[in-house]
T-cell receptor, first 107, second 114 residues
Framework: KNEVEQSPQNLTAQEGEFITINCSYSVGISALHWLQQHPGGGIVSLFMLSSGKKKHGRLIATINIQEKHSSLHITASHPRDSAVYICAGGSNYKLTFGKGTLLTVNP | DAGVTQSPTHLIKTRGQQVTLRCSPKSGHDTVSWYQQALGQGPQFIFQYYEEEERQRGNFPDRFSGHQFPNYSSELNVNALLLGDSALYLC?????????????FGPGTRLTVL
């Protein structure tokens, strides 16, 4: 069983919609990363959270430590947001990745 | 300031061969982690190098080995290649490997084993 579980696996939205991707993680993970991966492979780090909430532009990430749950929100989605979004839990110097959420935003 | 760089970009090998992949960390970073990403899957942790030593290792066989040089760059070596080793190999750098620090990823090396 993966220590990091993401949902949904696939998500299709219309431009302008509010998007939420969820991530649950197991005990022992002390920092939660949200990453974006475009076709071709390159991974970009979006957020690293150990508590609370962070915002960058139209992206918002929240974490609830008690419930071991994090969410990534995208406001006013745009076709250029189409990518795979991955959450990864950090513990003991390594990252454990979820399987990713493939987001497609249609114009 | 150059980010994390990896070479080569693409590589094709045949079963049984050996391969070496290279990674240069972001300036100021001293820790390099390697990940394997099979098609359609999330990355899997291979190992992490800090102070020229393997600090932690994931569930990968001994065919996977690595090295870190005094300038913090790193190599990943895979011996006796199998078809199942075909994947995107990613390296990530950070400062001192503290998991609270942001990890910066390279563009990856796509390895195809025929």
């Amino acid at each position: 069983k993966n220590e990091v579980e993401q949902s949904p696996q696939n998500l299709t939205a219309q431009e302008g919609e509010f998007i939420t991707i969820n991530c649950s993680y197991s005990v022992g993970i002390s920092a939660l990363h949200w990453l974006q991966q475009h076709p071709g492979g390159g991974i970009v780090s979006l957020f690293m959270l150990s508590s609370g909430k962070k915002k960058h532009g139209r992206l918002i990430a929240t974490i609830n430590i008690q419930e071991k749950h994090s969410s990534l929100h995208i406001t006013a989605s745009h076709p250029r947001d189409s990518a795979v979004y991955i959450c990864a839990g950090g513990s003991n110097y390594k990252l454990t990745f979820g399987k990713g959420t493939l987001l497609t935003v249609n114009p | 300031d150059a980010g994390v760089t990896q070479s080569p970009t693409h590589l094709i090998k045949t079963r049984g061969q050996q391969v070496t992949l290279r990674c240069s960390p972001k300036s100021g970073h001293d820790t390099v982690s390697w990940y394997q990403q099979a098609l359609g899957q999330g990355p899997q942790f291979i190992f992490q190098y800090y102070e020229e030593e393997e600090r932690q290792r994931g569930n990968f066989p001994d065919r996977f080995s690595g090295h870190q040089f005094p300038n913090y760059s790193s190599e990943l070596n895979v011996n006796a290649l199998l078809l199942g080793d075909s994947a995107l190999y990613l390296c990530a750098s950070s400062f001192s490997g503290v998991i609270y620090n942001e990890q910066f990823f390279g563009p990856g090396t796509r390895l195809t084993v025929l």
